[in-house]
């Protein structure tokens, strides 16, 4: 059974940094695509960054220069690395799998995503 589980969320100042990980299980991560999403209340999931199989990463526009997503592969185990963090970065945040190819295609539609795990939050203040 395919577990992804997220840590790393928190509570920060803006102009802080956080690093969120998330932790696969029942599955080997690489070679695949994964990705990090957001969501605040009654908005859409948001796509922030994505790393396909071959090593490619995507980020959203809002993110580009201030997060960066990598992968330990021995540990099968994304992460996200965010700096200079703002308050409008406040959200949910969701690791996710995309298990049908290497590149990121799909990145960023969420409803083409395998599999989520529960969240972490992140919270910025001004």
């Known amino acids: 059974q395919v577990q992804l589980v997220e840590s790393g969320g928190g509570s920060v100042q803006a102009g802080g940094s956080l690093r969120l990980s998330c932790a696969a299980s029942?599955?080997?991560?690489?070679?695949?695509?994964m990705a990090w999403f957001r969501q605040t209340p009654g908005k859409e999931r948001e796509g922030v960054a994505a790393?396909?199989?071959?090593?490619?990463?995507t980020y959203a526009d809002s993110v580009k220069g201030r997060f960066t997503v990598s992968t330990d592969n021995a540990k099968n185990t994304l992460y996200l690395e965010m700096n200079s963090l703002k308050p409008e970065d406040t959200a949910m945040y969701y690791c996710?799998?995309?298990?049908?190819?290497?590149?990121?295609?799909?990145?960023?539609?969420?409803?083409?995503?395998?599999?989520w795990g529960q969240g972490t939050q992140v919270t910025v203040s001004s």
């Open positions: 996710a799998a995309y298990l049908h190819s290497a590149l990121c295609n799909a990145f960023p539609h969420s409803d083409a995503f395998d599999y």
């Open positions: 029942g599955y080997t991560s690489s070679g695949d695509c």
């Open positions: 790393l396909g199989g071959l090593g490619r990463t």
